[in-house]
């Protein structure tokens, strides 16, 4: 039966070879320069977040307190 599926012998130096990863060289002054851009980031992804919420339930309190004062003058 495999005799039907049998194409030929695979020729090895028609095979790519495997290729192994270099680091690149690390470089300080960009490590430095990727600390301090990256606290920004991490106080913003903590505080904006906490500002929506604070906005939202701004936006429920006075949405609500107006409902209640319309109602009260009918």
Same mark, same amino acid.
């Given at each position: ?17 495997? @290729?192994? %990863? @270099? ?18 980031? @991490? ?16 936006? %429920? ?14």
């Amino acid at each position: 039966m495999m005799k039907d599926y049998y194409v030929g012998e695979v020729d090895s130096s028609t095979m790519p070879r495997k @290729n192994t %990863y @270099n680091k690149p060289p690390s470089s300080t002054s960009s490590a430095v320069a990727q600390a301090s851009g990256s606290s920004s980031t @991490n106080i913003l992804t903590f505080v904006l977040p906490i500002l929506i919420l604070v906005l939202a339930y701004a936006l %429920y309190y006075f949405a609500n307190k107006k409902v209640a004062v319309s109602f009260t003058h009918l």
